[in-house]
Structures are given as C-alpha cells and as structure tokens.
C-alpha cells in the first residue's frame, strides 16, 4: 500500500512538472507572438521602427517631422490613428529617390504592412505617401491615404494593395489623378518596379487604365477587376473577377 501512494505520489509531481514546462513553453511563445511597440510620438515612432518589435500600434495620431525610413520587415498598426505631417519635409531631390519625398520610405531590406484602418494625410503640395525604393516591399491592408502627385511611388520594388481608399490633394500638371499610383518609368518596363492591386478605392483613378505609364498599365492583379464605384463617372473599386469563378 505504501509503495503504491509513493507511485501516485512521484506521477503527481511528474505530471505538475510537466504541465508548468508546457505552460512555460505557452507563456513564451504568447510572447513572440505579442512582439510589439506602442507609440503616442514622433521620436517613439522613429525609434519603434528602427527597433526589432514585429508590430508598432500607434496610440495617437502623429505629426511627423522628417521621412521615416523603414529598411526591416514590420508591421505598422495605424489603431484607427493618423500618420500627418504638419511642417513641410519634402527635399527636391530627382537624383535621389530615397530622399525626403514621402511620409514613409520603404528602402532596402524593407518590408512593410500597413494595417488598423487609419490615415496618412500629406500636407497639401508637399509629399506622397509612401514610396518604396531599394527593392522594398510594401503591403496596404486598409486605411485612407492622401498624397500630393502620387499616393503610392515605386521605384524598385513591390506594393501590394488589398484594401484602403486612394486620393490626392494636389493632382498632376495636367489637373488629374494620373499619377495615384505610380511607377518609375524605366524600371517599371523592366520589371523592376511593381504595384499589384487586389482591393481598394480609388478616387478619380482607374487601376487598370490608367497614365501613369505610356503605355496605358493595368495594375490590377489577376483574377480581379477594376468596376466604378456605384454612383459615381470617375472613383473605381477592385473587386474579386466573378467571370472567372
């Protein structure tokens, strides 16, 4: 009898011991899971994407000063929050496509996702949106951006845009939206520079045919299909082909 309440006994204590380890290894993997930065600032924002957390959540909205470089893969949670910036940052640099020309550039080793439905809203005839160069990658989940000239430039690179509405304050030369989204001329010939649209709003802007290029591009991705907003002569919508279902 004795030795059979030891039996139970050591199994209790290898059983604890093994549900503490699991629940140790559970606590620790919620932990590389919740690798994130909270910002209410510029110089928090500044330093959370220069940082190593997986996802920054913004907890206010934010006036920036400068171009914020991101050259890591991470995740940028706008939290029903704004990206704005309030002082003119735009450098006049055509020689250098990484200069001070947009809120956010994504450079080499970049790899940014835009999500949490905000805004990015540039001063009026000041800079785009967001620009990506260095064979960067950039994915819109959703939100509303609004640029000058261009919402979204490629240099070299990818962008991938799955949702979010597209407009501009100050339009093109010719007094349009031609230029919404848009590719650097030569590398977007070449390839090396791309924009895959799979969802999305566009104002005044049709993703399919459009000039930002000569000729005429299509951006939407395959197995879409670019149909104006209901209402409206000008605004176009990417939506799933159902032809081809």
């Known amino acids: 009898m004795k030795s059979s309440t030891k039996t139970k006994n050591l199994f209790g204590i290898l059983f604890a011991t093994v549900a503490l380890f699991s629940f140790g290894l559970l606590l620790s993997a919620c932990g590389e899971q919740k690798s994130v930065a909270e910002v209410s600032t510029y110089a928090e924002l500044v330093a959370a994407l220069n940082g190593d957390k997986e996802t920054v959540i913004l907890k206010n909205d934010i006036d920036i000063k400068d171009e914020l470089d991101v050259t890591r893969k991470v995740t940028l949670d706008f939290n029903g929050h704004k990206i704005y910036n309030s002082e003119i940052i735009w450098t006049n640099s055509t020689s250098n496509p990484s200069g001070s020309t947009s809120l956010i550039s994504v450079e080499e080793n970049g790899d940014l996702t835009v999500t949490g439905n905000g805004q990015m809203v540039a001063l009026k005839d000041d800079v785009y949106c967001i620009s990506v160069t260095g064979n960067g990658k950039l994915t819109i989940n959703n939100g509303e951006f609004v640029g000058n000239m261009h919402t979204i430039y ?36 070449e390839g090396t520079a791309t924009i895959n649209v799979y969802g999305g709003t566009f104002v005044d802007f049709n993703p399919s045919d459009n000039l930002a290029e000569n000729p005429q591009v299509d951006f939407v991705a395959e197995g879409y299909v670019s149909v104006l907003v209901e209402g409206s002569t000008t605004d176009y919508t990417v939506i799933p082909n159902e032809s081809n279902e």
Do not use: H, P, W
């Open 154 to 189: 490629v240099y070299t690179g990818e962008a991938n845009i799955y949702g979010g509405k597209f407009s501009l304050d100050q339009k093109s030369q010719y007094d349009d939206s031609r230029y919404l989204l848009n590719l650097y001329d030569a590398n977007g010939k």
